[in-house]
């Protein structure tokens, strides 16, 4: 019995999960339910796998000092019947822990790091923790120290909720709240489907019974009573969080309620089989208050938890834990204590949990996040996860570009798809109905016009009866007759108005001028044409204007003396309204206000198209600000919209009225000029723009400077298509960048030529690794003094089978910025401990060979072992590689450059700064790197023996080495000159044509048997 019972409270407490998909999927907006169903099976599922294999041991395993388990893992062959329930049970219980973060962060994290967080806290939390508090329950015996030290927590409130919560506060605060959240006068982002939210939860609630009543391990007495307790927290929990949220704020919140239900559930499961009735009623309410309460804080704090996981799960659990010392009866907890050596006993449970688990997840969620962004970017978040993490598209989505195509194509005759039962579907369907509407009346009054023309004895029937305005004028524009509908639309009744001036009395200045000279003419030219649908501004007798749509007809026969004309008016103050909506909503940027990609495109064709017939420049801008994500990282999200809404502001007070500027996306804006346009002009314009974005502003306190990189590109009379220019633009751009950014670059055809290059090499490098094309070379460093050879450059080339030798400076470059740089740094830490150890077997004397490193694989933990892994493979000794950096590897992060090398110098390996000279911060990092080698750049070296500049700075840079007591090596020399003025000025090492070119490793076995060459030797085996 006590196994069935088990088992079928390990299948209540599974159910907790299909109610915490239905809470979740319901209290989020529609465009991420699907993903939050996802995640949810993913977070079980491994949670549960990595219970099965590690944290069941972990948890309940032999214990080591009360602190973890040490035996156990892969649980399952050996185990009882009994054991195999024991396992199911708490296996549900750490899915629950998992899942409980993921619904705190959700709307904004990544699929994988819903993956990391789970791993977290499955592996490295719940079951240290659990060991702790019931490390004794699988064997009866108390092992964990908390556990000895008499911590009670019955089902969880602490270990598994509190747990779960601190976890999620972590990830709250290290990915931050969702796009939006904390705008102004925005008290929540409401979710997308209560009924099934408020579903989940009495799944929940449902699930609870096993969660508390399992906890005995056994069919006992005791069970109907911890049920009963369990309902009755839940009860007044809920009771208490609506009455609190009514009295603070006046109506009632429905996610409340379900956050208090559970509050109240969560608080009661550390004590509800030692406490009495009345005691689990007031253990919920308190649970209750402090939900609502503890999310007002979150809120006031500007924490962004999606469905209240930590109010709930978090606050009302220590509560409920520190229940157990005030109400619990000490006779059935039989710890022996008494109330105050029970609470504070509880308390530190509560305090060293809390500690453990929010440092832990927060230090390791804010290095993951370092590595790989653990939150989704600012559009995918907009676009919703169901589209950006799933490729599925929501309702929303698909309505707008639905609503966009009519836009497009100025056709609302086609209805949007409506999709049934849903919201969205019914603003599709009522969107449907006012344009079907428009199309009746446009109809309607299509009939009359008809109806008029066919009959003229129905003339006054239709004036009275007519929606649309029905006025007759004559040639002079005096108001012959005017309909009821006209009255109303003009507000003025017909007595008045009879034999007045229809444009004097209803027109505006300008318009009047034009409409009387298409009176003048017939109304066959002009702003107003026979028998067309010709639209104009209208004021009534109040001088209030009002767009209308105005059809003339003559109603007199065209050979008639004295001609009428009669004016079918119709206000169209909705219709033009629904349309710019429906324009703003398709053309423009929700953050900025500026025009979106959407028209840009379209004003950038029109624009194309008119230059292709006359003559006319298209200039188009594409700005980037520079550094702009640091902005978000360190100021945050709202910081970073109010920095690109005052640069949108500064680009609109530079441009000209005929001029476009548009947010392309993310920190990226595109302006477009277009006229009689030139070079100079255009970089004026550039320069203007730069000036103005310099100007400082002040965000949180914060003075900044807004740094762009503009790219320039020019059509001359339409010759560029759209597509393209915005390529070169873009172009451009990434050239200014490379310049040094917070600068402006024109657009040349090589730049075209470049972007192909990288292109093509970025696709052949990986086949280049796979089919062996990558090898090395190797360039002597010669003693100036005795011009022995005292160790060697390792030099990465690349032998493509059909396009020959590819140039190091075209494709090095390109390594460093894709994923391959480390894989290729560590095949030449390979091939070179592979070539020396070659050369030991030979009987060679072996001297250092210096590898060139890149700043990502400096950075990456897997250097340092992956050197000694090579060393120790080939028995090498360490002062036998040598590792040369660049400066610019060192200026991005330098904490970190410091550590990497600190670490590398800590297994005796050499530090080179390869290019001294040519970086940014020269001087003020030799004091602080642990640098061992300055190697003097070819570019001063080139000229050093004439030029008084480079001399002045060779001399400068080895005098400032030996007073650091480091080593030089001159790069780049190539004759004697160089050579006798390094060696004069007393520089140590050098390397260069002079003495040898870069040779195959065969080659330079010649030169290893004969260590002391003179220099016509050496030259003469080049």
Known sequence: MNLLWILFSSMLVFVMQAGFLCLESGLVRSKNSINVAAKNITDFLISSTIFWALGFALMFGDSDAGLIGTSGFLFGDDASPLQLGFFLFQMMFCGTAATLVSGAVAERMSYLGYIITTVIISLLIYPIVGHWVWGGLASGVATGWLEISGFIDFAGSTVVHSVGGWVALAAIIVIGPRVGRFDQQKESIPGSNIPIAMLGAMLIWFGWFGFNGGSTLAWTDAIPGILLNTCLAAFWGGIAAIVIKYITDGYIDISQIINGVLGGLVAITANCYAVSVTEAALIGVIAGIIVVYGSNLLAKLKLDDAIGVIPVHLFAGIWGTIAVALFADPDIIATGLSTTEQLTTQLLGIMVIGLYSFCIAFILLFLANKVYPLRVSTEAELNGLNLSEH???????????????????????????????????????????????????????????????????????????????????????????????????????????????????FMQDESRVRALQSLSQGFTVGDLVLKRQNISNLTRYDKESFPAEIVVTQTTDLTAHKKQYTLHIRDITKQVKLQNRLKLLAYHDPLTGLYNRTYLMRTLEQLIKKYQQTSGCVVLMFLDLDQFKRINDTLGHNAGDTLLQEVANRLKTIIRDSDLVSRWGGDEFVIVLSGQLNEQLASQKAADILTVMRDPITLLDNELTVLTSIGVAMSHNGQVNPERLLQHADLAMYQAKNNGRNTYSLFQPQMEQQAQLHSWIENELPGAMLNHQLYLQYQPKVCCISNNIVGFEALLRWQHPEHGNVPPGEFIPIIENTSLIITVGEWVLSEVTQQLANWRQQGLPLLPVAVNISGNHLHSPTLVPYIENSLAQHNLAPELIEIEITEGALTGNSEESINAMRALKAIKIKLAIDDFGTGYSSLSYLKKFPIDILKIDRAFVRECYANKEDAAICKAIISLAKSLDLEIVAEGVENQAQLAFLGFQGCEVYQGFYFSKPISADAMVTLLMTPQLNTQAAKAQC
């Open 391 to 505: 490729r599925v598209t929501t309702e929303v989505f698909d309505l707008l570009s639905a609503m966009n195509q009519q836009q497009i194509r100025s056709d609302y005759s086609s209805p949007v798809p409506v999709e049934p039962f849903t919201e969205v579907g019914q603003i599709a369907q009522e969107y449907n109905r006012v344009i079907d509407k428009v199309q009746q009346e446009m109809q309607q009054r299509e009939r009359a016009f008809t109806a008029f023309k066919q009959s003229e004895y129905r003339n006054g029937a239709i004036l009275e009866a007519a929606m649309d305005c029905i006025i007759t004028i004559t040639e002079q524009a005096q108001i012959v007759s005017f309909n009821p509908a006209a009255e109303q639309c003009f507000g003025i009744t017909v007595g008045i108005v009879l034999g007045e001036d229809f444009f004097q009395l």
